[in-house]
């Protein structure tokens, strides 16, 4: 606690001038800011209890009791005057006197937030394990030792809060851990009382003695560190099976079994489940390797088939490449007369060699898009590539590389460009055919 060590003259001179000591206690505070008259006074009012709202997230409530306290009271002055319909300037000069005094409590909180640092921290831990609602008479009892702390503070007498300091962050600390482990083991407690209630030390003292020691290192746990959350339910875990365990075991007793015999059981019955446990994880990784596997025969079956497909065709009649668990087979030569579908004697001599390698590689699904460039009307260009789409269709279901069930012919007319239309050799490039294959699998 040595940021206590801060001593009166410095707070004096450094931190709060004596002119504003004095006035602190007067009844209207040092930096006093008026409100536009123009202000709407609810609105005003609002903002404030957002202000007051927010201060006591910050502790302010318990760090500047006193000047806070004033700062809600002004605000009540300001509620009961618009209650009363008074005029707006009197309501606003409420708001903001209520505001001022919000400001010197920040001000002070700053400066003892120095003092109590520690304890500051300690409470909002203690706040966080819901102390408040555990050990209600506990924490009335340290909150008004920091309160008197606080207030004492705020009038300059370090040496009196500083008498109290290391008490009131122990109130706090204990606060804390008894409250985390009321939250986390409050049921296993409440499980071993039961146990021993039923005999459980001299009927089953193995597990009595085993329930009680994972208790007392959750307990450990917690006391070495409250706010290690993932510790702590691990350990509390632990220790909440173990006291299960005993009420389990205590009960069966009664019925006439022995502990002896009872362990056993369950120490063949976790080594089971442990080999179980250790099957599955095994059946586990064989599955992955499978899929795996499957995963590889699948590529190099795909790379293989867009091979056979490319030793096909010549590389200036089609580009051939395997995307997506698919090959796709961009016809580069395969051109059409302006505005028509029609395949020539060149396009049929293209095609064929297409369906020849088609039929080798027998696949599950075969898609024929058609597309254009970006000159003329959309919606003809639409037309046209759907046409086309349909001419290399009709051709290679005719010549027997697929049938009507398993080809699809779309046409994407201008809408799926791979170069730029603005040059002719971009037009050209946009201007195409191509054939997505689903490849069979073969095993």
């Not at 209600?136 to 503070?153: F, G, R």
């Not at 009307?377 to 590389?401: C, E, H, M």
């Amino acid at each position: 606690m040595s940021l206590w060590k801060v001593t009166s003259l410095l707070f004096c001179l450094a931190i709060v001038p004596i002119s504003s000591s004095l006035t602190s206690c007067a009844s209207k505070p040092a930096e006093l800011k008026s409100i536009p008259i123009d202000a709407n006074p609810i609105a005003e009012i609002g903002k404030t209890q957002q202000m007051i709202e927010e201060s006591r997230a910050n502790q302010l409530d318990v760090l500047s009791p006193n000047n806070f306290t004033r700062a809600q009271n002004a605000l009540k002055n300001a509620m009961t005057k618009n209650d009363r319909t008074e005029s707006t300037e009197k309501i606003l000069e409420q708001v903001s006197i209520a505001r001022a005094w919000l400001h010197e409590a920040k001000e002070k909180a700053q400066i003892a937030t120095l003092q109590i640092k520690d304890i500051a921290d300690a409470r909002r831990g203690s706040l966080n394990a819901k102390a408040n609602e555990f050990f209600p008479k506990d924490w009335s009892h340290a909150e008004s030792d920091l309160t008197k702390a606080t207030k004492q503070i705020e009038k300059g007498k370090f040496k009196l809060a500083e008498k109290n300091a290391d008490e009131i962050l122990a109130q706090f600390r204990k606060l804390e851990v008894d409250s985390v482990i009321q939250r986390h083991l409050s049921k296993t407690k409440d499980n071993i009382l039961f146990a021993e209630k039923v005999n459980a030390k001299i009927a089953a003292p193995i597990s009595y003695k085993d329930a009680l020691s994972k208790l007392d290192e959750a307990i450990e746990v917690i006391k070495k560190d409250p706010r290690n959350l993932r510790a702590i339910k691990t350990a509390a875990l632990e220790a909440s099976e173990s006291a299960q365990n005993l009420v389990d075991i205590t009960q069966k007793i009664r019925l006439g079994k022995t502990e002896e015999i009872l362990l056993q059981a369950e120490n063949q019955r976790k080594t089971i489940s442990n080999l179980r446990r250790e099957n599955r994880s095994v059946e586990e990784q064989l599955r992955d390797l499978e899929h795996r596997q499957i995963e590889l025969e699948r590529t190099q079956n795909l790379l293989d088939q867009s091979s056979a497909i490319r030793k096909a065709l010549e590389p200036n009649e089609a580009e051939v490449f395997a995307e997506n668990g698919r090959i796709v087979v961009r016809m580069k030569a395969l051109q059409f007369a302006g505005n028509k579908a029609t395949l020539n004697k060149k396009n049929e001599a293209l095609l064929k060699k297409l369906n020849q390698a088609l039929i080798s590689t027998v696949p599950s699904k075969v898609v024929i898009q058609a597309h254009t460039d970006s000159l003329g009307n959309t919606i003809r260009n639409k037309k046209l590539s759907v046409q086309r789409a349909r001419s290399v269709q009709d051709f290679l279901v005719a010549n027997g590389a697929v049938n009507l069930k398993n080809v699809e012919s779309v046409g994407l007319g201008d809408a799926d460009p791979i170069s730029d239309n603005k040059t002719p050799a971009g037009r050209s490039l946009n201007r195409r055919v191509e054939v997505i294959i689903e490849p069979t699998f073969k095993k």
